[in-house]
């Protein structure tokens, strides 16, 4: 029956198996260490209902809680959330605002779940230059998980993959100019280190929602390697099932890594 999913576009939600079925077929073959999503479609979820955008952001939020735990039942390592990109504050105001505010939402809702499932969350992007409100949240998030050594959650926060890479530019011409790296020790192991993935695995896989079948700058550098999984389902529809199995279709491909 799994043989019958899409390779390219999943088609969510049809292997006919129940979860825990999936749950069985997963843990027959390795598990990836990290996933990363492109959260998409909350806006149209919500006009297909008849209400405003920010529903769907409010629909998202859980199923971020969703997903993390969904994650955490099969030893996933690292999930790393796109919640918002250095290009969303195109956004009308109204829209900006109501997204600045869910993680101080998810901080209230949410922590203690995290920190109880010794889960450690990590900020990816500027968050200097979101709310003082947000940054308090994020910060308040990242202190009281830091110790902890369970699943990594990176919410990829006022990100945006090629300032990222320019950051780690200009940092590395700083240390060669200062001398604490020579120019021939530049290679894609120091790359890493400079970028806000450092330490963390690439990506195995990366999962986009709501049918757009684009990288809108995330993990650029990251995901040179990663298995690309795009659904038509819409991210506040996007069940634990329907991840297990985007899990699944992943364990099913080949990977190369250019070899043959
Ligand atoms: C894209 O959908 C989604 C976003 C820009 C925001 C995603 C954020 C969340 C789901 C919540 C994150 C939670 C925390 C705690 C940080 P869209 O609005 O572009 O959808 P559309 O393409 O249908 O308009």
Partial sequence: MLKSFKRWMGSGGNSGLTQSELLEEIRKHPIPEHIGIIMDGNGRWAKKRGLIRTAGHAAGM??????????????????????????????????????????????????????????????????????????????????????????????????????????????????????????????????NRYLLTCGLPDPDLIIRTSGEIRISNFLLWQLAYSELFFTDTLWPDFTDILFYEAINDFQHRSRRYGAV
């Fill in 62 to 191: 859980k199923r971020v809680r969703d997903i993390i735990r969904a994650a955490d039942e099969i030893g996933i390592k690292v999930l790393t959330f796109y919640s918002f990109s250095t290009e969303n504050w195109k956004r009308p105001k109204e829209e900006v605002d109501y997204l600045m505010k869910l993680p101080v939402k998810f901080l209230k809702t949410d922590l203690q779940e995290l920190i109880d499932r010794n889960a450690k969350v990590q900020i990816l992007g500027e968050k200097e230059k979101t709310p003082s409100f947000t940054q308090k949240a994020l910060e308040e998030f990242e202190d009281k998980t830091k110790n902890n050594t369970g699943l990594i959650i990176n919410f990829a926060i006022n990100y945006g993959s090629r300032d990222e890479i320019l950051r780690a530019i200009h940092h590395i011409i700083d240390d060669v100019k200062k001398g604490n790296i020579d120019k021939d020790d530049i290679n894609e192991e120091l790359m």
